[in-house]
């Protein structure tokens, strides 16, 4: 892999973790446009360093919440934060369950599958309008609502299914009030990440030397600076009803990338 190619996969990781265009569609689109499939055990250390970087940033975005929340973890009282806290423990399951049982099933759906993350982009689109068209509320996450909206990250694992653009939308079109709904979203994601790269170094699945540090210390600058951003952005662009936007751009991507895959 060369550093170009590290550096632009970087920032589209950092954009689409948190911008509602699924992070995993776009990198499919841009692996398979640059060629970076050559090398997947690289790749894979590629995707965690990548992945380990929004999640800092994620961190860096909401360290106020968090510190809010391990207050009250450490103070073992039954509080709004601890609820909070409970809350993503509660949602995290259903894509747990489909990372240790259906993990094998799931892979079938990457590797240069453009139809399919068209497809699945449009769905995306779909969800972001309706969205955008929900009233909002002050209403927040109940312990119901964490679990439906759990579901809709564990779906968000296929390719182009945005994860941001799944819970959020699920999250509105529950009634949650948006800006409840953009925090919840992208602080349940945290954990995740951090269980799936602990997943993989105990597997062992990961290879590093010395000739791969240039790029992946390329790939995570890339990805924590333009994923701050894109956070920071994103949590705006939900308050004041911005997602049509993305619901536009989803469709335009989706069906290029169906184009792309049944006529080139």
Partial sequence: MEIIDALIL????GLTEFLPVSSSGHLELGAALLGSDKLPEESLMFT????????????????KDIAE???????????EETQFSSKIILSMVPAVIVGLFFE??????????????????????????????????????????????????AVAMLPGISRSGATISASVLLGIDKNKAARF??????????????KD???????????????????????????????????????KSKLTYFAIYCTIVGLIAIFSGIYL
Avoid at 48 to 63: E, K, Q
Avoid at 185 to 198: C, E, H, Q, T
């Fill in 48 to 63: 965690v360093v990548l992945h380990f970087a929004t999640a800092l940033a994620t961190l860096l975005v909401f360290r």
């Fill in 185 to 198: 979203s992208f602080l349940m994601v945290v954990p995740l990440i951090f269980g799936k790269i602990a």
């Fill in 10 to 13: 970087g920032i589209v990781q």
């Fill in 69 to 79: 929340i391990l207050t009250g973890l450490l103070k073992r009282e039954w509080n």
């Fill in 104 to 153: 094998e099933k799931l892979e079938q759906f990457f590797g240069g599958k453009i139809v399919f993350v068209g497809s699945m982009l449009l769905v995306t689109a779909l969800l972001l309008f309706l969205a955008d068209k929900a009233k909002n509320t002050d209403r927040g996450v109940s312990f119901p609502n964490a679990i439906i909206v759990g579901l809709a990250q």
């Fill in 201 to 239: 170094l105990l597997d062992g699945g990961l290879v590093f030397s010395e000739d791969t540090f240039g790029y992946l210390a390329v790939g995570f600058i890339a990805a924590f600076i333009s994923g701050y951003f894109a956070c920071v952005w994103m949590i705006a662009l939900v308050r």
